[in-house]
């Protein structure tokens, strides 16, 4: 009896281990230039890199043609990890158009990459409300709205204020707002990523994993803590690389294969 519930103590614990792995994709404004070449051939290699799904910033005309546009995941294996798209496309009858292509994708995340927000605490009070109400209208699809930072929403409003335009935003949206932490554009603008994560627990449902003075895994980010906040009070589904000041494609298998050596694949 003893060796079976030895047994079923492992097995339990290989399914918590296996339940911790978060899948990776790629942002593929990281090989923007390629997709422009070649659309279907860059889809390829970035399957054969090793990445499960793809996080789209423009889609080349595909979005005209979703249902081939879909096939054209399903037979990489890819899925589609997110998007990211601007605000007005989540408003107004836009939004209808951009829930209907996402559905076809198979896509739940809709992340807004900048354009919002302002100077002020009031300008970030007033950006919050409205992915409120585009959260509320989003639920009847089971989508989420989100938003993806650069490095201004760190920097205080002042030199008399203690808040960033992330700590106004995050703490007056919704749960239903995704956090999408960019890694290294946060630590550029002075974000403590491991205290970010910890302020907003269950947030991080995609993170942006991009290195901080150097590609992931050989810069100066904590990864080690960054992953383990994500894979427990983090619930992040997806690690979604994003590199953009390197060669593109020979980059993106550079981090597949960093990544391999932390365990993250």
Known sequence: AGAAAAAAGRALAAEAEAARKVPIGLQLYSVRDACAKDFPGTIAAVAKAGYKGVDFAGYYGWDKKPAEFRKLLDDNGLKCCGCHTGVGTLQGDNLKKTVDLHKALGNKFLIVPGGIGGKTKEDWLK???????????????????????????????????????????????????????????????????????????????????????GIVGEDKAPWPEIFALCETTGKTDWYIVEEDKYPPLETVKRVMDNLKKMGKV
Request: overall charge negative; glycine content about 12%.
């Open 127 to 213: 950006a919050a409300k409205t992915f409120n109400e585009i959260a509320e209208k989003l639920k009847a699809d089971d989508m989420l709205c989100g938003y993806h930072n650069h490095s201004h929403e760190f920097h205080k409003f002042g030199p008399d204020s203690p808040e960033t335009p992330w700590d106004v935003f995050f703490g007056n949206t919704v749960p239903e707002v995704v956090m999408q932490l960019d890694i290294g554009n946060g630590m550029g603008g002075g974000c403590d990523p491991v205290a970010t994560l910890k302020k907003f627990p269950g947030r991080a449902r995609t993170v942006h994993v991009k290195g901080f003075q």
